[in-house]
């Protein structure tokens, strides 16, 4: 089978990088060892020239798989003419002996382990695995090695691929083969490590698979939501713990690059970077999971990659260092020939000057966490971060930018923008008067320029022509983002223009469930598909409002839009109802985890009985 439907991939990860595996078996991509090193396995963007690790089954008539429940342990069950068998994979990840108060909660041990059961009759088949190294732009040499493992070396360069397995191994042309006959109760390994010196060690495989169970079952053991989509949350939870990179503390917006936005288009981009804004509410994510300590990682990961404590905070991040500048890879023909492929992100240097309203709520969500007693790192440079952070907010109100859809043309006062910014102060504001972090002139001044903030977005985003709040002052165009600003507070969720623009977006902008971000012209050929996040957004509103009747049962329709794993990636496309774009996408995982805790606080409050409007500061 080619060119799989995105919906069909499922991921293993080890905080430091992953993998993604089709329902047929096939490990179509994989970037080794970080989440943005050059692809190793990239069939994902060309069934052609890129490489996978296969697994191919004599007979085969049905498939299914499943995670083990709380760990991202795939299992994937083929039912065969002769027999069942059942492949495990995962990557190890195992338990310390004593988390540090810094850095990885976990051993990483470089590897992806496949192990294939036979658990009824008898299956024969072979594991086939072919590297393409550079995104396929370097060639590859198969040496064996004593001991019976093949290393797969990238032509010219040190760093490789080493197989091992239970099986014996053969070269064949550009890629290595290990045939199996297995009977009942029978059972066959294959390691892959991107390390040279590693044989993959395969006699230890189950007691590898037994390890990383434990790490995943106690970090989903701490957990504190226990609502009515608790499968669904702690899913997304795994998979925001996956797009974390340990040993930097970092958070990329998803696991994969250059998967279209649109089909035609060109809106193929690369995500597998530190978004400030992307990062900061998945931080708000892990808070309301009661995971603080991953919040306090994406700290560290600023202090490393920004030592000015705020004053030269950026769009985004590499997670070793810079982005790189944005290429096109020519030579790869993309997702169903959807290209271009990229790799890096011009973006990069846009002004969205909403994420300091972004950080800024991560980091109050973070101090509340903790009581504002925050680890001496964070608190010995807390006043002068705040500092820097609202003399940004300041200096650039009054400035046009990109926006949060980065748009490739011109700067506009954008609403959503500006609603982020009073977020910011807002937030400010409310730290300072819980730690002694600045002056009460200096508060004060914080306090008025938010008034000041919020009356102008009140009356020059209202579009009393279109009866709505619209994408920027003097606009004529609906945008999803708005509704995001009434989550944060920016706009009352029960003002009859917030209910107008709620109707009018649903209106102009829904397709049934789904919502795309905006209509207008925005510099690409081609309409994208509906933004998913931005369902959930309207979800969010809906409770606010006070209406759950209407938000619980369309937050259940929507998650029945993720694949049968509970897995989405950043948009839907409303005529078909296959997924589009990067995948896992760690911003509408994060979606589905504050608004299933909206809904379970808008439930508390019904029971409550109490008469007080429903406000909480959860998320987008």
């Known amino acids: ?147 019976g493992t093949v290393l797969c070396r990238r032509l010219g360069k040190p760093e490789g691929v080493c197989v091992a397995a239970t099986l014996p191994l053969t070269v064949a042309g550009d890629r290595v083969e290990a045939a199996f006959a297995l009977a009942n109760g029978e059972g066959a390994s294959l390691v892959l490590s991107h390390r040279e010196d590693d044989d993959g060690d395969v006699g230890q495989a189950a007691a590898s698979l037994s390890a990383t169970q434990d790490y995943w079952e106690e970090w989903s053991g701490r957990c504190t939501y226990d609502g009515a989509h608790r499968d669904d949350v702690l899913r997304s939870a795994l998979v925001l713990k996956l797009l974390t990179h340990a040993p930097s503390g970092g958070i990329i ?123 001496v790192k964070v608190n010995d440079h807390l006043a002068e971060v705040l500092g820097h952070l609202t003399d940004h907010v300041i200096r650039c109100r009054h400035a046009p930018d990109h926006g949060i859809w980065e748009l490739r043309d011109e700067k506009r006062q954008i609403l959503h923008t500006k609603g982020m910014l009073w977020v910011a102060l807002d937030r400010a504001v409310q730290i300072a008067q819980e730690v002694d972090v600045a002056s009460p002139e200096r508060v004060e001044e914080w306090r008025r320029v938010a008034a000041e903030i919020r009356a102008e977005y009140h009356e020059k985003g209202w579009n009393s022509h279109v009866g709505a709040y619209t994408q920027a002052y003097g606009s004529d165009d609906l945008d999803a983002a708005v509704l995001r600003t009434v989550l944060f507070g920016a706009f009352d969720a029960h003002s009859p223009r917030v209910a107008a623009t709620l109707e009018a977006v649903s209106a102009g902008l829904g397709d049934g469930d789904l919502i795309y971000r905006y209509r207008n012209a925005d510099g690409f050929e081609h309409p994208e598909a509906t933004f998913a996040a931005c369902a959930f957004w309207r979800v969010g509103c809906l409770a606010l409002a006070g209406r759950t009747e209407e938000a619980e049962p369309l937050f259940s329709r929507l998650l029945e839009r993720g694949n049968d794993l509970g897995l989405f990636a950043e948009e839907i496309d409303a005529a078909s109802g296959e997924q589009r774009g990067n995948v896992p996408q760690g911003f509408t995982h994060m979606a589905i985890i504050n608004h299933a805790v909206r809904l379970d606080r808008a439930a508390r409050h019904r029971e409550s009985r109490t008469d007080e409007p429903c406000q909480w500061a959860v998320g987008a």
Request: charged share 25%; net charge negative; with cysteine.
């Open 1 to 147: 089978m080619t060119d799989r439907p995105i919906e069909d991939y499922a991921i293993i990860g080890d905080t430091c990088t992953t993998a993604l595996v089709a329902r047929d078996g096939s490990i179509d991509w994989l970037c080794w060892p970080c989440h943005d090193s050059p692809a190793v396995f990239l069939r994902l963007l060309d069934e052609g020239k890129g490489g996978a690790c296969e697994i191919l089954l004599d007979g085969l008539r049905e498939t299914r798989r499943r995670y083990r429940p709380g760990t991202t342990i795939l299992e994937t069950t083929f039912v065969t003419a002769t027999g069942t068998l059942t492949l495990t994979d995962f990557m190890p990840l195992h338990p310390l002996d004593e988390v540090p108060d810094e850095g990885p909660d976990g051993a990483p041990h470089g590897r992806i382990v496949r192990l294939a059961t036979c658990t009824s009759g008898t299956v024969t088949g072979r594991f086939r695995v072919r590297p393409t190294f550079n995104y396929a732009r370097d060639g590859a040499a198969l040496e064996p090695e004593p001991g």
């Open 253 to 375: 917006a998803a696991a994969t690059t250059s998967l279209p936005e649109a089909v035609p288009g060109t809106r193929n981009f690369d995500y597998r970077y530190v978004w400030m804004r992307d990062a900061s509410f998945t931080v708000t994510a892990f808070v309301n999971l009661g995971y603080v300590r991953e919040a306090a990682e994406f700290l560290r990961f600023l202090r490393d990659a920004d030592k000015t404590l705020g004053r030269d905070l950026k769009l985004m991040y590499g997670i070793n260092g810079r982005v790189p500048e944005e290429e096109i890879l020519g030579h790869l023909r993309g997702w169903r020939g959807v290209g271009p492929v990229r790799i890096g992100n011009a973006a990069s240097g846009q002004d969205q000057y909403d994420i300091y309203g972004e950080f800024l709520v991560a980091l109050h969500a973070f101090l509340d966490a903790v009581d504002y007693d925050p680890p």
